[in-house]
């Protein structure tokens, strides 16, 4: 009398399982790894959206009344300050800064027509980010 087996063995069962398992490894490493990456595109999009705002307010000064300065840090309590003191043209109109963000100001002049304005945005403890926003005012009368 011979005898076959129907069914499937508990050790079977196992293995199938162990093997759908090692295969679903790399599906939820990706899963974590898109997640971390959209995590990092938004605070980029923060922070550019930030710096070509600074960019924006300074470009609509009058020449004459844009200052040079070097790093010059803004935190979110310079919101409605001027650049220079007693001129109502220079006021700037700040977003908040996210926590952990820290924004810096530098104005350099190029030639007498001409202001380079950079804006860099830097945020994250390890690794530390920065994003950086220039654009060249040039003066015509």
Request: with cysteine; glycine share 4%.
């Amino acid at each position: 009398m011979k005898r076959t087996d129907c069914g499937v063995s508990m050790v079977e069962i196992m293995v199938s399982i162990l093997i759908f398992g090692f295969c679903l490894l790399p599906v939820f490493e990706l899963i974590s790894r898109s997640n971390q990456t959209v995590h990092v595109t938004q605070d980029e999009i923060k922070a550019f959206s930030l710096s070509a705002e600074l960019i924006d307010q300074i470009s609509c000064m009058p020449f004459d009344a844009i200052p040079v300065m070097n790093e010059y840090p803004l935190k979110n309590s310079d919101n409605g300050s001027q650049l220079y003191e007693n001129k109502i043209a220079t006021k700037l109109i700040l977003s908040e800064l996210p926590d952990g963000y820290v924004r810096f100001l530098t104005i350099e002049t190029v030639s007498p027509r001409m202001k380079l304005i950079k804006a860099k945005i830097e945020w994250g403890t390890n690794p530390r980010h920065q994003q950086s926003f220039q654009s060249i005012l040039e003066w015509t009368p």
